[in-house]
């Protein structure tokens, strides 16, 4: 069997400051549609006891799940993972926008084109990384809180960026049997990780835009 990489983004939290750049470099580069979000920062709402209060900003996409909910649930293939690059994608053509994999996302980071009647999300800009560049995210963050590469590979700067932090630092948005690969660092002295508990649907989530979704 070939070998497949395993690329995912992994996201410094130490470093984010919530300038949105990322989100707004990501809608420019795919044409994504205002109210429809592929990449979203999300503030985790102040938490702890005052005066000792703590937040964050959470930036969240595609966390390309080695076992994907979202390719298993569509009817027709049009979620699918790449065969040369491992990434999880959408098929516009063989979409028929029945959103299953929309409700089989744990992590709510999927859109809904209202101009195309399809299914979108982050493709670790796909057209970009497929020539050797970098996602328009990662490459547009001020605070180089963002690396791309593969995580197999000890050399690349994501799994570089990983083996930075300590172990406890390290963290994933909850598994439940999808296995995500986006992987997220936080230090202890500037918040405690709330990401147990963090869908779309939980009150910790404050959208931009005026919605939540």
């Not at 995580?151 to 930075?164: G, I, N, R, T, W």
């Not at 869908?199 to 835009?209: F, N």
Request: net charge neutral; aromatic share 8%.
């Amino acid at each position: 069997m070939p070998f497949m990489p395993h690329n995912a983004i992994v996201v410094n939290l130490d470093r984010c400051i919530g300038c949105y750049a990322c989100e707004v470099a990501c809608k420019m580069e795919n044409d994504v549609a205002l109210g429809e979000r592929w990449n979203k920062v999300v503030q985790v709402e102040p938490f702890g006891t005052f005066p000792h209060v703590s937040t964050y900003w959470l930036p969240t996409m595609c966390q390309q799940c080695a076992n994907a909910p979202c390719v298993s649930v569509c009817p027709t293939g049009a979620s699918y993972r790449d065969e040369k690059n491992n990434i999880v994608l959408i098929n516009k053509e063989r979409c028929i926008g029945c959103k299953y994999c929309m409700m089989a996302c744990p992590y709510g980071v999927r859109s809904w084109s209202e101009s195309s009647h399809v299914v979108e999300k982050c493709t670790l800009c796909n057209h970009l990384t497929a020539a050797g560049e970098l996602p328009v995210c990662v490459k547009n963050c001020c605070g180089q809180a963002r690396a791309y590469g593969d995580l197999d590979d000890p050399q690349s700067a994501a799994s570089k960026m990983l083996a930075q932090a300590s172990a406890e630092s390290c963290h994933h948005l909850p598994d439940v049997g999808n296995q995500p690969k986006s992987a997220y660092i936080l230090s202890a002295k500037y918040g405690a990780w709330q990401g147990g508990n963090l869908t779309p649907r939980t009150s910790k989530y404050v959208g931009c835009e005026g919605s939540d979704n």
